[in-house]
């Protein structure tokens, strides 16, 4: 692959990966707040009860497990074992000592966490396994807590018991809805290859086809005027290099043809879709320059980005007054944005975000580019692609 789309991609890996480490240290900012309230609450009551001095062993406990449940990310299997291990040897050694008994609210907190996150992230067996444990300890602590109620149990092993089930059961639920995700954005994923695929082929076929034509012209001159027939050999030359360049940006993508449909002899203009946008949504402005001598890939590719954008503008932000579209050539390539007016609101970045940007986004990084989307300031949303006309060497 090109040096300068290796180092787009680089750059905007960098930025999702930074954005989900200050979405997890917030994340973990918050949980330690809670385990240390959890933490703080519990010693307060043990010390009007037992006395401070009777968590000698349960307080360390509590909070090695509630730290490992903040180092979850780093290894949730170790972590959860980790945790579940320290939270039964802290119940064998209490029962045996006459302490309180384990786990109590703070360490149940840091297992909740331990638990859902496993059984959210690791892959089924080691899932199951660590349910299962938690699942035991949950019972050893209902059977050895001295009955306090009818029931036969203490509040706390009752606690215990609900927050597992809650941990497994929150946990599967997040399991099935990446499970789902992943599935859609791989499926948008792998139509968007075959979309491409087939204009690829038809693409080729195009070239092949003039180079046909010009080989039986050469023919034809050479035996005339054979002092002429050097012209017809050089446009077969270019149009086997442009051939050869479009196969190379897309390289990587087998046409399945029990898949294939037939393709569109070429994309709408683009005055066209956003004539027809404006007449059933907010009013819109095109500004255009180039496209004659783009390759077809990059025409296509466009008129797709500000159809996909054009339709999430109309799905996402019915309040916009304006939109404006731009198509340039610049230096870097081929610029494509969409820019809507929409009043910022607090839900709208989240409902933002669709699957047709995923498809949208691989096909212009097959094609050496780069695409962004994300609000503007002082409010709306905007949709940038750039598409090189040319490969980097």
Aim: proline share 6%; charged share 20%; hydrophobic share 50%.
């Amino acid at each position: 692959m090109a040096n300068g789309a290796v180092r787009r991609r680089w750059r905007g890996a960098a930025a999702l990966i930074g954005s989900r480490r200050w979405a997890g240290a917030a994340s973990n900012a918050g949980l330690a707040a809670l385990f240390t309230a959890a933490i703080a609450c519990q010693a307060a009551a043990l010390a009007d009860s037992w006395g401070i001095a009777s968590w000698r062993l349960g307080g360390p406990a509590a909070v090695v497990v509630c730290a490992l449940a903040l180092l979850r990310r780093r290894g949730p299997a170790s972590t959860a074992a980790g945790g579940l291990a320290v939270a039964a040897a802290a119940t064998v050694a209490a029962r045996a000592a006459g302490l309180p008994a384990e786990p109590g609210p703070a360490m149940v907190l840091g297992l909740t966490v331990l638990t859902g996150t496993a059984v959210r992230v690791l892959p089924a067996a080691r899932a199951g396994a660590v349910a299962a444990a938690g699942l035991a300890l949950a019972v050893v602590r209902l059977a050895a807590d001295p009955p306090v109620s009818a029931s036969g149990a203490s509040s706390v092993a009752v606690l215990y018991a609900g927050a597992w089930l809650a941990a497994v059961s929150v946990g599967r639920w997040l399991r099935m809805l990446d499970g789902h995700a992943s599935a859609t954005a791989e499926r948008v994923r792998r139509e968007e290859r075959l979309e491409l695929a087939r204009e690829l082929h038809d693409i080729v076929a195009h070239h092949i086809t003039g180079m046909v034509i010009q080989a039986q012209a050469a023919q034809i001159v050479a035996r005339r005027d054979p002092a002429n027939a050097a012209e017809p050999l050089a446009g077969i030359e270019t149009a086997g290099t442009e051939a050869l360049a479009a196969m190379r940006r897309v390289v990587g993508l087998l046409r399945d043809t029990a898949d294939a449909a037939p393709a569109s002899p070429g994309p709408e203009r683009l005055d066209e879709l956003v004539e027809r946008f404006s007449a059933g949504g907010p009013r819109a402005t095109l500004r255009s320059c180039g496209g004659a001598e783009w390759p077809p890939e990059v025409t296509s590719t466009v008129y797709r980005v500000v159809r996909e954008a054009l339709t999430n503008v109309r799905r996402h932000a019915p309040q916009a007054g304006s939109v404006a579209v731009t198509v340039a050539e610049e230096p870097e390539g081929v610029t494509v944005r969409v820019d809507d007016d929409a009043p910022p609101g607090p839900a709208r970045p989240h409902h933002r975000a669709g699957y047709g940007l995923v498809g949208m986004r691989e096909r212009v990084e097959t094609l050496g580019g780069t695409l962004a989307a994300g609000p503007r300031p002082g409010g709306g949303w905007s949709v940038r692609a750039v598409l090189p006309l040319r490969e980097s060497r």
